[in-house]
């Protein structure tokens, strides 16, 4: 049964760097999609950066240039790297996988995703 945990989130001023893991045990993360989400209070979980098992990536509108994904193999791990954080990136940033057969899938729906963990927070405020 594949567990995730995420850390590296905290309190950062904005324009401050963030990077975010997401440790794999019980299964190897190279088998899967993942997909990192947010959800801010009072709103919906977003999607924000995904990356398929052969690498290649996609990363919502909202957060594209600032967030970037890779997968560390030799780990088990995914990272999220976010630079030049703003307050609205404040939430609490969950990453989730999916086994997967074809190395270049990704999904940017939640409901596709079988394995979450149980989130980082991150809150970005002068």
């Known amino acids: 049964q594949l567990q995730l945990v995420e850390s590296g989130g905290g309190l950062v001023q904005p324009g401050g760097s963030l990077r975010l893991s997401c440790v794999a045990s019980?299964?190897?993360?190279?088998?899967?999609?993942i997909g990192w989400f947010r959800q801010a209070p009072g709103k919906e979980r977003e999607g924000v950066s995904f990356?398929?098992?052969?690498?290649?990536?996609k990363h919502a509108s909202s957060v594209k240039g600032r967030f970037t994904v890779s997968r560390d193999n030799a780990k088990n791990t995914v990272n999220l790297q976010i630079n030049n954080l703003r307050p609205e990136d404040t939430a609490v940033y969950y990453c989730?996988?999916?086994?997967?057969?074809?190395?270049?899938?990704?999904?940017?729906?939640?409901?596709?995703?079988?394995?979450w963990g149980r989130g980082t927070q991150v809150t970005v405020s002068s």
């Open positions: 989730a996988a999916k086994r997967s057969l074809d190395s270049s899938d990704w999904y940017m729906n939640s409901a596709s995703y079988d394995y």
């Open positions: 019980g299964s190897t993360l190279n088998n899967y999609v």
């Open positions: 990356i398929s098992r052969g690498g290649s990536v």
